[in-house]
Each structure stands twice: as C-alpha cells, then as structure tokens.
C-alpha cells in the first residue's frame, strides 16, 4: 500500500509499500521518527483518506463501510469535545447518530454468523470506571485536559468499535497524567476486547501498552520491523521495574536509532 502527496518533484511518499496485518483484539502501536506516515497509515485505516495504490481492509471490507457500520472508533491527539454538551452527552451522542449501524454490521460477511451486534454499554458505568463519575455533569471547559482526553477515549469505546484507531492521545499531557490514563486505557481495552492501532513517540508507553510494536523509517514511509512484547498482563506501574521491560525499551531504541541513521545517511 502507498500514499503520497504533492505532484512531480515536490511529491513527498509518506507511505511506501506497507504490508501490515493486525489480529483481532490486538493492542499495536506505531512509532517511529516525525514524517515516518504513522499518522497518515492511521488516517487510511479511519477510512479519512484513501491509498494511491493497494487497499485498505477492516474484517474484510473497506474503511468507510466499516466507518458506516460503526466498527472503526478514533481518537484524536486532541479531545474535540462539544463544548456547550455535558460529558454525559459528550459519550452518548455517538450511539444517537447512524442507528442503522448494527443492520449494516450483520451484513459484513462473519458478522451476522456471529449473532447482532454487541448491546450498547451503559456509558455512565464506563464514565466512573474511567474515573470520571464526579464529572458526568459538568461541561469540557470545567474539566483537565487529561479528564478531557479521558472522556474521548469513553466515547470511541462507548460505540463497541471493532477497530479502535488513536493518534498520540496521550501526547499534550504531562507524565503523571499520561501514566494514569495509560492504566483506565488498558483497563477499558482488557474488558472490551478491542482491537487498537496506536500511534506514539513514547518508547515506554508503547512497551508498557502493546502485544505489537511497528518501528517505521520516514522517506519514504515504511516499516522496518514488527517487534512482539510478550510481558504479562495486567501492566501495572511495577513493570518499569522489571529487566524485560527495559529490555524491550532498549531494543526499540535500537531499531529506532537504526531507522533515524538510514534517513540521514
């Protein structure tokens, strides 16, 4: 699969010749150097631009049928909540809008197999498990970035999504936040089962996160290795702790230092 933009000299490849293949209920992670087309590969898989060449495949169909069915849920590097919407509403008008998602679901080849679409949750109950429940009334400005960012990711989850797609969610915040939401984002994912492609330039973050990390070099965009991190599960904040953790850190490191060389070489 490839993307690029711009015509004759000035083209720049953001991606070229990238062949990736994600399980369900896998948690990935992108990283790479600025301009390596993380953010771009996510936007295809969201179904936000299309390849110039190759495709793009969600359980079988095209990102915007699986757009239209609700199986894809994004989040953003930025909250973009309603402002004058509580948080409450701020989750819950996803599940308002396109009521015949479920319909187009069941007629995704596998799915109808599988019995209708999962119920929608009760999204108070997340709200609070995401450690927002004194919040559920109050409007985005009277909340934290982090809580803000908290609630978006409440109400991509909140819509069942089969592919849950995130571009740096995590990047504006600072370290103690970003831990803490780290901690309610895997919580989220291990009792819903979703499958994530997540974008960072956080070593640890993606150790700690991932089943899957993709290193990516930039001109052009491409991948240059496909890392598993086989650590148990929960990751709790002992793992910094542990020798494989760092282990992994070091080896990424590595791949990263050997993808930075061959763009500057």
């Not at 015509?7 to 896998?26: E, H, I, K, M, N």
């Not at 790479?32 to 390849?51: D, F, M, N």
């Not at 915007?64 to 701020?90: D, E, F, T, Y």
């Not at 015949?100 to 009760?122: L, V």
Request: charged share 25%.
């Amino acid at each position: 699969m490839g993307r690029a933009y711009g015509f004759g000299p000035s083209t720049t490849v953001a991606l070229d010749d990238v062949d990736l293949t994600v399980q369900p209920g896998r948690f990935v992670s992108l990283i790479g150097p600025s301009g390596c087309g993380k953010s771009t590969l996510l936007r295809l898989v969201a179904g936000l631009e299309q390849p110039d060449r190759g495709d793009v495949r969600v359980h079988g169909v095209t990102p915007a049928k699986a757009c239209a069915a609700k199986m894809i849920g994004l989040v953003p590097q930025s909250p973009a909540l309603l402002p004058w919407m509580s948080v409450l509403r701020n989750v819950t008008l996803p599940q308002k809008i396109n009521r015949g998602a479920a319909k187009r679901r069941e007629r995704i080849a596998g799915f109808a197999e599988r019995g209708t679409a999962p119920d929608a949750p009760d999204m108070r109950e997340l709200l609070v498990k995401a450690g927002l429940g004194e919040a559920i009334h109050k409007l985005p400005a009277q909340l934290s970035g982090g809580m803000r960012q908290r609630v978006a990711i409440v109400r991509a989850f909140g819509l069942r999504p089969d592919v849950l797609v995130m571009d740096e969610p995590f990047s504006a915040l600072d370290e103690f936040t970003r831990e803490s939401l780290q901690d309610q984002l895997l919580a989220l994912w291990d009792e819903l089962k979703t499958t994530v492609l997540f974008v960072t330039h956080s070593v640890s973050e993606a150790v700690r996160l991932s089943d899957t990390v993709v290193v990516m070099a930039p001109k052009p965009g491409r991948i240059v290795e496909t890392i598993e991190v086989d650590l148990p599960r929960p990751r709790g904040e002992q793992l910094f702790g542990e020798r494989r953790f760092h282990e992994y850190e070091d080896l990424i490191r590595d791949r990263l230092r050997r993808a930075w060389h061959s763009d500057v070489a």
